[in-house]
């Protein structure tokens, strides 16, 4: 990386702490969209500043009255059931994906609703489109054999601070996924691992991982889901966190053909070399 | 439209769980025997999830747990109690209606309500009004005390290991740490404050959390965020 991401660099301690300009935030907040380092650097320079902060007092009395004085109407019922598109709309470009492009790309900070897609560095995908194309045919070729031996399972999602022994007592503090839920079991080669996901109708999805070990000093483990012949990187957990969250757009979700797990070097990259730890499709 | 009192009391020892709320009964996939008086023992990830789900008692033990530490920094960078109570509020508003704005794959519950609670505390500190109070506040609190009282009752809250940790610190990583975020001062103001270079007050900030960090897996703080920066 040259001088013009040490300008950056510089500025991440400075940034966590809400110390820079709101030119300067703009400039790295638009940043941050597309580099998981500096991202994950952010990450963890706030999650030290907030031992700063005082503990074991109450907030004043009368708080959270306000609070739920204001909370939003009722929500409507749970849509536990995939809203199938139409036909027509089934052949719309697939969000801010390129199906064409054969490159997997970082998952970028949480945006603005519920409903939009990870988006791509369709920079990143011009420069290395030659490499990754290779890579992410072998993925693919993986997962269309792990297709073959998945079978479709409810979904747990577990405490992601706390290792929880019973997953069964979880699953019963969460919502039971219903008919039409998208959800996959993905397994090791020798099936002694297994991970589970689910993604709702409204594009929420979770990756509960059963039994992982922790992937060591430096390392990372990288979730990866295959949406219309592309990989994207879902995100990535370790340190013996074994729930990891994502979105997708939900007008994509029928694209959803795939998860997958590799343990890559911290913080992620941009395109896995690696043979996938588990591995699930869709059936 | 508002909800009804979920009957829902954070500032009690135990959550009092009322299943006949609108929100709540409009999760009527959700298993509220298996919640009832079980949210202690939820993860803040699991709350997240909930929350996402509109189940209001998790709101409220999210609240319990963090709206104290919340409330502490706002008041601490705003010194106006009616402001930080804002804050507050603000903060977990934000947190019922956008739960995907938390990432935890970056960091735990609280450090992200925290880096809320300071990035809105700090906007609020930055307009003309709340900086004139500011000022005048650190002006009457010199003049009476010769010294930063706020600042050492404050240092008396923190952890013994935390305190240890930002003590071990270079001085000069320390006042500047100190200055950015307890003093929601940008670094060219903490530059001007300490007669140093733009470059060196950055250098020292990031340098300085990054030891800050080091210094609190050294003794034993279980931080989520994985490798090293």
Same mark, same amino acid.
């Given at each position: 990386? /040259?001088?013009?991401?040490?300008?950056?660099?510089?500025?991440? /301690?400075?940034?966590?702490?809400?110390?820079?300009?709101?030119?300067?935030?703009?400039?790295?907040?638009?940043?941050?969209?597309?580099?998981?380092?500096?991202a994950?650097?952010?990450?963890?320079?706030?999650?030290?500043?907030?031992?700063?902060?005082?503990?074991?007092? +109450?907030?004043?009395? /009368?708080?959270?009255?306000?609070?739920?004085?204001?909370? =939003?109407?009722?929500?409507?019922?749970?849509?536990?059931?995939?809203?199938?598109?139409?036909?027509?709309?089934?052949?719309?470009? %697939?969000?801010?994906?390129?199906?064409?492009?054969?490159?997997?790309?970082?998952?970028?900070?949480?945006?603005?609703?519920?409903?939009?897609?990870?988006?791509?560095? $369709?920079?990143r995908?011009?420069?290395?489109a030659?490499?990754?194309?290779?890579?992410?045919?072998?993925?693919?070729?993986?997962?269309? %054999?792990?297709?073959?031996?998945v079978?479709?399972?409810?979904?747990?999602?577990?405490?992601?601070?706390?290792?929880?022994?019973?997953?069964?007592?979880?699953?019963?503090?969460?919502?039971?996924?219903?008919?039409?839920?998208?959800?996959?079991?993905?397994?090791?080669?020798?099936?002694?691992?297994?991970?589970?996901?689910?993604? =709702?109708?409204?594009?929420?999805?979770?990756?509960?991982?059963?039994?992982?070990?922790?992937?060591?000093?430096?390392? %990372?483990?990288?979730?990866?889901?295959?949406? +219309?012949?592309?990989?994207?990187?879902?995100?990535?957990?370790?340190?013996?966190?074994?729930?990891?969250?994502?979105?997708?757009?939900?007008?994509?979700?029928?694209?959803?053909k795939?998860?997958?797990?590799? $343990?890559?070097?911290?913080?992620?990259?941009?395109? =896995?070399?690696?043979?996938?730890?588990?591995?699930?499709?869709?059936? | 439209?508002?909800?009804e009192?979920?009957?829902?009391?954070?500032?009690?020892?135990?959550?009092?769980?009322?299943?006949?709320?609108?929100?709540? @009964?409009?999760?009527?996939?959700?298993?509220?025997?298996?919640?009832?008086?079980d949210?202690?023992?939820?993860?803040?990830?699991?709350?997240?999830?909930?929350?996402s789900?509109?189940?209001?008692?998790?709101?409220?033990?999210?609240?319990?747990?963090?709206?104290?530490?919340?409330?502490?920094?706002?008041?601490?960078l705003?010194?106006?109690?009616?402001?930080?109570?804002?804050?507050?509020?603000?903060?977990?508003?934000?947190?019922? &209606?956008?739960?995907?704005?938390?990432?935890?794959?970056?960091?735990?519950?609280?450090?992200?309500?925290?880096?809320?609670?300071?990035?809105? @505390?700090?906007?609020?500190?930055?307009?003309?009004?709340?900086?004139?109070?500011?000022?005048? &506040?650190?002006?009457?609190?010199?003049?009476?005390?010769?010294?930063?009282?706020e600042?050492?009752?404050?240092?008396?809250?923190?952890?013994?290991?935390?305190?240890?940790?930002?003590?071990?610190?270079?001085?000069?990583?320390?006042?500047?740490?100190?200055?950015?975020?307890?003093?929601?001062?940008?670094?060219?103001?903490?530059?001007?404050?300490?007669?140093?270079?733009?470059?060196?007050?950055?250098?020292?900030?990031? @340098?300085?959390?990054?030891?800050?960090?080091?210094?609190?897996?050294?003794?034993?703080?279980?931080?989520?965020?994985?490798?090293?920066?």
């Amino acid at each position: 990386m /040259g001088e013009y991401h040490d300008d950056f660099t510089d500025l991440l /301690g400075a940034y966590a702490l809400d110390a820079i300009d709101a030119d300067e935030a703009e400039l790295m907040a638009d940043h941050l969209r597309t580099c998981p380092w500096c991202a994950g650097e952010v990450a963890e320079h706030r999650e030290v500043a907030s031992f700063l902060s005082q503990t074991g007092a +109450d907030a004043p009395p /009368g708080i959270w009255d306000r609070i739920s004085f204001e909370l =939003s109407p009722a929500a409507p019922p749970m849509r536990m059931a995939l809203t199938r598109p139409d036909a027509e709309q089934a052949t719309e470009p %697939v969000g801010s994906t390129q199906p064409n492009a054969a490159t997997a790309t970082p998952a970028t900070a949480p945006t603005s609703d519920r409903g939009d897609v990870v988006s791509l560095d $369709k920079s990143r995908s011009a420069r290395s489109a030659g490499r990754t194309q290779s890579r992410s045919r072998t993925m693919l070729a993986v997962l269309a %054999v792990a297709a073959c031996l998945v079978v479709a399972l409810g979904v747990v999602v577990v405490n992601q601070n706390r290792r929880i022994d019973d997953l069964q007592q979880v699953a019963q503090q969460l919502p039971r996924p219903g008919t039409g839920d998208l959800s996959v079991k993905l397994t090791s080669p020798s099936s002694e691992r297994t991970a589970r996901a689910i993604v =709702s109708a409204d594009g929420q999805g979770y990756l509960v991982v059963d039994d992982l070990p922790a992937p060591g000093p430096g390392d %990372v483990y990288q979730v990866w889901g295959q949406v +219309d012949g592309t990989m994207l990187s879902l995100g990535t957990f370790g340190d013996g966190r074994d729930v990891v969250r994502f979105q997708v757009d939900p007008a994509n979700i029928d694209g959803v053909k795939a998860f997958a797990i590799t $343990k890559e070097k911290a913080p992620g990259v941009i395109t =896995s070399t690696q043979a996938p730890v588990v591995v699930g499709a869709v059936i | 439209m508002t909800s009804e009192s979920s009957g829902t009391d954070p500032d009690s020892a135990e959550p009092i769980d009322s299943p006949s709320t609108e929100a709540s @009964s409009s999760v009527d996939e959700f298993d509220e025997g298996n919640m009832r008086g079980d949210l202690s023992e939820v993860s803040d990830a699991g709350l997240v999830v909930a929350i996402s789900r509109y189940h209001e008692p998790a709101l409220a033990e999210a609240y319990r747990r963090h709206a104290g530490a919340v409330y502490g920094l706002a008041r601490r960078l705003l010194s106006d109690d009616a402001r930080a109570e804002e804050i507050v509020q603000e903060v977990f508003l934000r947190l019922w &209606n956008s739960p995907d704005k938390f990432d935890p794959g970056r960091g735990t519950l609280r450090s992200y309500l925290l880096a809320q609670c300071h990035g809105r @505390s700090v906007d609020l500190l930055r307009s003309d009004t709340s900086r004139r109070r500011r000022e005048e &506040n650190d002006l009457r609190r010199t003049a009476e005390t010769g010294y930063d009282l706020e600042r050492e009752v404050w240092d008396l809250t923190l952890a013994d290991h935390v305190r240890d940790a930002i003590a071990r610190l270079p001085e000069g990583e320390r006042e500047a740490i100190r200055l950015a975020y307890l003093g929601g001062h940008t670094y060219r103001e903490v530059a001007t404050m300490l007669d140093e270079p733009e470059g060196t007050v950055k250098s020292r900030i990031r @340098s300085g959390l990054k030891h800050l960090r080091s210094e609190l897996v050294a003794a034993g703080v279980g931080l989520e965020t994985g490798g090293e920066g």
